[in-house]
């Protein structure tokens, strides 16, 4: 049902908005490219470099829609080489993203973690101060009632 729904709008578009309709499928062209390429389920390449190709793709169409919407100034649009700069520039910044935000992401997590592993690490250093050495592995089950908390109730431990 939602392709049909995509295929309806994409048809009247074609029929009644023939110029801005040329542009944006000669202009989405690395967008359907990597709809073909991306292989992940969730599509995000497809979703990030399409945003940024489609924002490119405003600075062409914006002067069509304002100066008159004729095929010949989509063509003459169409064919500036700053044109395609400009949106395939953009869809190559929708890439780099694409592709930098693994490493950020892992980056923060990391960062994350580390800061976690340092209060753990704090936390048993206070917990060690109060209790004595006995809670260490090194230390071992014998001298738990030696540990500076419990002088008050000796406490022993069966095996």
């Not at 040329?22 to 390429?37: D, N, S």
């Amino acid at each position: 049902m939602k392709a049909i729904v995509w295929l309806v709008l994409i048809g009247i578009m074609a029929i009644f908005f023939r110029p801005s309709a040329v542009i944006i499928a000669i202009g989405l062209l690395p967008t359907w490219l990597t709809f073909l390429f991306d292989r992940t389920p969730e599509k995000f390449g497809v979703l990030c470099v399409g945003s940024l190709n489609l924002a490119g793709l405003y600075p062409v169409l914006m002067p069509l829609w304002m100066q008159g919407h004729t095929m010949e100034r989509a063509m003459k649009a169409l064919g500036d080489p700053l044109t395609g700069a400009v949106i395939v520039g953009a869809a190559g910044v929708g890439v780099a993203i694409y592709m930098a935000t693994p490493y950020i992401v892992s980056m923060v997590v990391r960062f994350s973690i580390r800061q976690e592993i340092a209060e753990i690490e704090k936390r048993q250093a206070e917990l060690i101060a109060y209790w004595g050495e006995a809670l260490t592995d090194d230390a071992g089950m014998h001298n738990v009632t030696t540990a500076p908390a419990l002088k008050h109730k000796p406490v022993k431990l069966r095996r």
